[in-house]
């Protein structure tokens, strides 16, 4: 019965692992689905390359060569290694040891070498992000809202990251059988001499300490994507296959408003037919993360926080209070806090008297935009600012006509001569004279 | 010396029972700004010289709604949408240039689905398909050798990936391009786009333009070319802030070609 404790711990840590994460994955997708639909089931295929291109191959990262260099490192080491996890899950489970290998001979070997010399290359990266976090204090990881706890979070993982890396190459560098074998210890071999003067007892508590620690450290870290701005490494993939595929410049049109203005361009019709079909007539715009679609949501979840959006606004680097980035982390933090407003009031919100405008993003940040799409296009996993600042302007215009003034006086130009300054439509030839 | 202009209305054209290969439209810079109206005309100057069947709609052309729309007024958008549309269907138009990356961007991508199908062409690439099919010819004239840079305009080239079409007429002109830091879908905005145009900057350090004519002046160019009425506008502004409107011109690439062709 004794023998099978481990085993046992084992499973029920893994469970509750995995547990947690299928709660944290359920309030993401209730979370998301608080938005309004919108229909992305077009151009599969499309979407399809756009998802491999841009998420699986990083396609979007080489922009900027170093630091999308030292990211492919890191992350293509994050998932190869992750194989190795399932062979640690069943050792786990069956209480074996390296089970592979046994079954894979010498190819055993080149897989563990791999991993060991992607472990070390990763080290090496994480230690140059933080290098440029924390010393050279590159501008885009700072500004706007990057205090607190996205400062810390993006810390947090690089040391994550590190304590992962050291504790699998410790397992394997007192890994007796291990390094008897003497194939794929590439770089544990060299570590296994600092150990050389220690008993094979603590060698092997060493081994166990950091196996159990490694795999703890690896089902602690899952849990705590749904904390962090490295939620994107799950949500890169959905996000990007979902993205607009349209041409950048273009803005959606409001299927509420075309019903209206062709009701009242043509007001036959507006008796003739499907009146009785009317739906409730949407709210105009957006004021509230409910108010916007599903994309959005999932856009401001997957947010790297990366802040290569707001190191290209020309509002932004004006000095302006505008920061896409910020936008994307305030619609976030909001949805979060209508999230938990709903789990402690039994699946219902109860307004809490705030909102998305003014509590988290003021009128002066919607107003500097100038709608040129640099964020978008920046943006390393297509998400798109710039929707969601439209969506309240069109709050701020159609819901509440609190436009600055000088923009009524240029849309009741339009309204009364078809331009936006004072002149008479039917000047509009007087050029050629 | 200036050459009468020859321009005919989609109405002249109906009351001939004939149709134009295009319609130029020419939107509210170019028809009431003064600056934006130069750029018209020696637009039209270039139509007039290979004697290309166009037609504006005059006095039937509204906005297109694209200001509006980006300030968040989506009814008033899909008013002047819906009525321009109605227009143009009702003139049966197929394909149409224009001068206004804005224009542009607004016939092409946002009037579809109101019920707007047309081909729409910025005029840079109109003069280059043109030039392709041999109806147009370029080459270097009073600029030809200069160095010159051009800005980007965000809705030809970011919105619409159009990047190639002003470049490859420099390129015809003979003139020397010289990249700003910030190009093609780097490209920084001028500070008018998304309705800035007609509001006075939020607060901050510096306005878009300033930061924009900088970088441009950077390149030690002495020409800065757009491709759009309103950075256009912008980039002349800031051009004159820096005191440089005396080394530096600020042009259209319509209007550096009827210089180099002294039309
Ligand atoms: S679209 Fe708006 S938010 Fe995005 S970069 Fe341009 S000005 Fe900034
Ligand atoms: S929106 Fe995109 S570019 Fe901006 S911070 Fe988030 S991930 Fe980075």
Redesign the pocket.
């Known amino acids: 019965m004794f023998e099978y404790l481990p085993n046992i711990i084992f499973v029920v840590v893994l469970f509750l692992g995995l547990y947690f994460f299928s709660r944290n994955l359920h309030r993401l997708y209730r979370n998301i689905n608080l938005g309004k639909q919108i229909d992305v089931s077009d151009n599969k295929k499309q979407r399809f390359i756009n998802m491999s291109k841009i998420a699986l191959g990083q396609g979007k990262l080489i922009k900027r060569p170093i630091s999308g260099f030292l990211h492919v490192v890191v992350y293509v080491g994050f998932i190869i290694i992750n194989i190795e996890l399932l062979e640690i899950i069943l050792d786990g489970i069956l209480g074996s040891h390296r089970l592979f290998s046994s079954y894979m001979g010498s190819f055993y070997g080149y897989l563990i070498g791999t991993f060991e010399f992607l472990a070390v290359s990763v080290l090496l990266a994480v230690s140059v992000f933080w290098i440029r976090r924390n010393v050279i204090k590159l501008k885009r990881f700072f500004g706007d809202n990057m205090k607190g706890w996205p400062k810390n979070d993006a810390n947090i993982i690089l040391y994550f990251e590190v304590v992962l890396m050291v504790l699998f190459i410790t397992m394997n560098a007192t890994d007796l059988k291990f390094q008897e074998m003497n194939s794929g210890n590439l770089i544990s071999g060299y570590i296994y001499g600092f150990f050389s003067d220690y008993s094979i007892e603590s060698l092997h508590l060493i081994e166990r300490a950091s196996w159990w620690a490694h795999i703890i450290g690896i089902l602690i870290f899952m849990n705590y994507l749904y904390f962090s701005k490295h939620l994107?490494i799950l949500l890169a993939f959905p996000n990007t296959y979902f993205a607009k595929l349209n041409n950048i410049g273009e803005i959606d049109n409001l299927n509420s408003v075309t019903k209206e203005v062709k009701l009242m361009m043509d007001p036959e019709t507006a008796f003739s037919n499907d009146v009785s079909e009317s739906d409730e007539i949407d709210k105009f715009g957006s004021s509230d993360v409910m108010d916007l679609n599903r994309l959005q949501l999932l856009?401001s979840y997957?947010?790297?926080?990366?802040?290569?959006?707001?190191s290209v606004c020309p509002a932004n680097i004006t000095g302006k209070k505008l920061s896409?980035?910020k936008i994307?982390m305030d619609t976030r933090d909001r949805i979060e806090e209508v999230g938990k407003n709903i789990d402690l009031n039994n699946g219902n919100f109860i307004d809490d008297g705030k909102t998305l405008l003014n509590d988290y993003i003021t009128k002066e940040e919607l107003w500097a935009c100038t709608s040129c799409n640099a964020?978008v296009q920046?943006?390393?996993?297509s998400?798109d600012?710039l929707s969601i600042i439209l969506d309240m302007r069109r709050y701020l215009v159609m819901e509440e006509s609190s436009a600055p003034l000088e923009l009524n006086n240029m849309m009741s130009n339009i309204e009364n001569n078809g331009a936006p300054w004072p002149y008479n439509q039917m000047d509009r030839l007087n050029w050629k004279e | 010396m200036e050459k009468n202009l020859h321009v005919k209305t989609m109405a002249d054209f109906a009351a001939e029972g004939k149709e134009p290969e295009v319609l130029f439209w020419v939107g509210c810079a170019g028809s009431f700004d003064d600056r934006a109206k130069k750029i018209t005309k020696a637009f039209v100057k270039i139509l007039n010289s290979i004697n290309v069947d166009f037609a504006v709609l005059g006095t039937e052309e509204s906005c297109t709604g694209d200001p509006a729309k980006r300030s968040g007024n989506e009814f008033l958008f899909q008013m002047q949408a819906m009525t321009n549309i109605e227009v143009l269907n009702s003139y049966d138009v197929k394909t149409i240039v224009t001068t206004c990356p804005h224009c542009f961007n607004t016939i092409k991508n946002e009037y579809p689905s109101l019920g707007g199908k047309f081909k729409v062409l910025h005029h840079t690439q109109f003069l280059n398909n043109l030039l392709k099919e041999g109806r147009l010819k370029i080459e270097g004239g009073e600029y030809k050798g200069k160095k010159i840079t051009y800005h980007d305009p965000c809705y030809l080239g970011r919105a619409n990936n159009e990047y190639n079409a002003p470049r490859e007429l420099i390129k015809k002109l003979e003139l020397e391009l010289i990249e700003m830091k910030r190009c093609k879908s780097n490209g920084l905005c001028c500070g008018a786009g998304g309705a800035q145009m007609f509001k006075d900057a939020e607060k901050g350090d510096k306005e878009i333009n300033i930061e924009r004519t900088e970088e441009a002046l950077e390149t030690k160019t002495s020409v800065i070319a757009a491709g759009c009425p309103f950075c256009n506008t912008m980039i002349s502004d800031g051009v004159k802030a820096k005191e440089k409107e005396k080394d530096v011109k600020v042009l259209d690439i319509v209007e550096l070609i009827v210089t180099a062709q002294d039309l």
């Not at chain 1, 997957?302 to 707001?310: K, P, Q, V």
């Not at chain 1, 920046?378 to 996993?381: A, F, G, K, L, M």
């Open positions: 994107h856009n997957s947010c790297t926080e990366c802040g290569r959006c707001t896409p980035r994307m964020c920046e943006c390393p996993i998400i600012p």
